[in-house]
């Protein structure tokens, strides 16, 4: 499984015991016991973000034991949460979704950086422990956080209208593997003006994500994360990085958003013809697609029948999706005049 983004750095102000400063919590959460500076060392070399001593201690405190089930591995380094915050290109002007703060270590690291960041945690725990974690460490940016106990999968533009009033989103976030692409073609489905996203995966899954046609990780994930921007890789992630250590590599996404390739029905066509294309991978297109398109749509669209869809591009899908919609339309009209 891959490990969600929980990112690191250190240091807690000596004598830090004052009340959870002002923030946005969308969902009620049982509020967790303030944690005190004395809890976790300093670590000046470290800035204000949180080391490995710090995220054990914040666990221990919290009664917190990382699951598989929700891919909780906590980023314990913290240069490795400035390289993703430097990645993403985050700014005091940004405003990050982040999936999955965990235990606040890249959540410190984007609120160093100046942004506004939202937080999807789905874990009432840390989403009630995270605020006051960033008003013990950084005091000055708690009303930059805006924490959300939800399911990323049931996040929609109405559970934070603020986020629809901004020209450009950004996500950063380290996700678990079994909902990474889930959760992406989601966000980006409903938020159109996520722009861009830096996103820490499994590795296995990171290829999937960037992978061009006839490649053998070229999929479902590939084709329509394609028709959204380019994805590309950002650098490889060890595991000594996290706590507990993950038995898998893990990997940076980086994705530029583009204009759409077409409308939003397109889009749902486009997205049925990949399903389709792949779920029987090793079947030509005619016989994958039969049903689907017809023989001349495929003239049409000058694209061989007899190749497979794992050759095809997002352009050749989107191309070929629109001739089976038109000549599909065609056949409704040609019926309906029939019967009239």
Not at 42 to 57: F, P
Not at 149 to 159: E, G, I, M, V
Not at 218 to 231: C, I
Not at 244 to 272: G, K, W
Request: overall charge neutral; hydrophobic content about 40%.
């Amino acid at each position: 499984m891959a490990p969600p983004v929980q990112h690191g750095h250190s240091s807690l102000k000596k004598g830090i015991t004052k009340p959870m400063a002002e923030h946005t919590s969308m969902n009620t959460v049982p509020k967790q016991p303030a944690l005190a500076a004395a809890d976790s060392p300093v670590h000046e070399e470290n800035g204000q973000l949180l080391g490995a001593t710090d995220i054990r201690s914040l666990a221990e405190h919290a009664n917190i034991k990382p699951t598989k089930k929700l891919g909780q591995n906590f980023v314990i380094d913290p240069g490795t949460v400035r390289r993703i915050v430097r990645i993403a290109n985050v700014h005091p002007a940004s405003h990050v979704i982040e999936v999955g703060p965990g235990l606040g270590s890249l959540t410190l690291g984007l609120l160093e950086a100046g942004a506004t960041v939202h937080a999807v945690e789905i874990d009432p725990n840390l989403a009630a422990l995270l605020p006051q974690t960033v008003e013990a460490h950084m005091p000055q940016a708690a009303n930059h956080l805006k924490v959300i106990n939800q399911d990323a999968l049931t996040f929609k533009p109405q559970d934070c209208p603020e986020l629809t009033e901004q020209t450009s989103l950004t996500l950063v976030s380290n996700l678990p593997y079994n909902v990474a692409t889930p959760i992406i073609l989601t966000l980006l489905e409903r938020f159109s003006n996520l722009s861009s996203f830096v996103v820490m995966v499994q590795k296995e899954v990171a290829d999937r994500l960037v992978a061009g046609p006839s490649s053998k990780t070229y999929g479902v994930p590939s084709a329509k994360l394609a028709w959204y921007g380019q994805a590309n890789l950002a650098g490889r992630i060890g595991r000594h990085v996290f706590w507990p250590a993950p038995n898998v590599d893990s990997a940076l996404v980086s994705f530029e958003r583009r204009a759409p390739l077409q409308s939003e029905s397109e889009r749902q066509e486009t997205f049925h013809l990949i399903d389709a294309a792949f779920a029987q991978r090793r079947k030509t297109l005619r016989a994958a697609l039969h049903g689907l398109v017809e023989p001349a749509d495929f003239q049409q669209a000058a694209i061989d029948p007899q190749r497979r869809g794992e050759t095809l591009s997002i352009q050749e899908f989107v191309r070929l999706s629109h001739y089976s919609a038109s000549s599909s339309q065609d056949r409704v009209e040609a019926a309906r005049f029939k019967r009239g």
